[in-house]
C-alpha cells in the first residue's frame, strides 16, 4: 500500500511556509539554521537531534532538548 | 454601526464568491439587514452566483466616481428579508477604484447595514488592498491543498500588517473519504498550519454546484453544505457552535457517507 498522500502535503507545505514566512530560499533557511546552531553550541553544550528551530510569521524560536540535568 | 468583513483567500477558485453569498444570504435570513460589495473589477461574479445578473444598471466605479447616486446602484435581493448586493464593474480595472475611495464607501454604509460583506479578488495587488481598506475583520479561505493554504498563510500576514486582527478561517470544499484514507489535509492538519481561528468547515457537496447553476443559495437548504453555511452564520452572530470534527468520528463520517449516497 502506498505512503498518503497527505503526509507529502503537509511536509511540502511545512517547507513552503517556512521560506515565505523569512522571505528566503529553503537553501537559506537550512544556512540560517546551521549558523544559529553554531552559535548556540559556543555557549552549551547540545547535539543536532536535540535542536530544532521553529519558524512562526514572525517569530524564530530555537528550541533544544538538553541532557545534562 | 455595522460590521465590516472582508472574504478573502489569496488564491483564486477556492470559494470566495460563493462564501459571500451564501454567507450574506444566511445573515440576512437571520434577521440582519446585509450588504454584499463585489470588489473584482472587471471580473464580476457575485450578482452571477446570486441570480441577480439582469437586474444591474449602475456598478461600484459608478458610486465611486459620482456618475450615480448609491442608492441607484445598490440592489435589492426581494427573495430575502434585508438583502443588498452593490455589484462590481465588468469593463473597467483594478486601477479605477483606491483605496481610501473604497474606506469611504464602507464607512458610509455601516451606518445603514448590520453587516458590510466584501468579495475580494484573487491576488495580493492592487484589488486585494481595496478590498480590506475599510474591513475590520476578515474570513480566509481555503480549500486543503497545499497551494491553496500556502495562499492563506501569506494572506493572514497580509491582514495582519494592515491591523486586521479579528482573521478567522473557513475551510471548503472538504472530502471526508479522502480525508480518512489520508490522501487529504484534514481540519486539524489545516488548523494546526494556519494558527488562526476556525469559523466553519464546508465539506464538498454537489449541491453548492447545482445551486450556483441556478443562482441560488444552498444556505437554507436541507444539504450538507447549507447546514453547514447556517452554522458558519450563526458563528459569525457569536453563538458558540462547535465545529464538526469531520476527520476522527466514525459515526459523522457514516452519517456523511449515508447523506451523499442518499442524495
Redesign the interface.
Known sequence: MSVPSVNIAKERLRSLLITDRIHCTPDAVDRLSGDLYNTVSKYMEIKPEDFSIEITRSDIHIRYTGENH | MGEVIVITSGKGGVGKTTTTANIGIGLSRLGKKVIVIDTDLGLRNLDVVMGLENRIIYNLVDVIEGSCRLKQAIIRDKRYPELYLLPSAQTRDKSSVSPEQMKKLVDDLKGEFDFVLLDCPAGIEQGFQNAIAGAERSIVVTTP??SA??DA??I??LL?AAGIKKNELLINRLRVEM?K??????VD?VTE?L?IDLLGVIPDDEQVVIATNQGEPVVGEDCLAGRCYDKVCRRILGEEIPVTDFSHSEGIFKKITGFFHRS
Do not use: C, F, L, T
Open positions: 491543498e497545499v493554504i500556502r498563510d501569506r493572514i500576514g495582519e480525508v484514507k489520508g490522501d487529504m489535509m484534514s492538519d498550519i494558527a
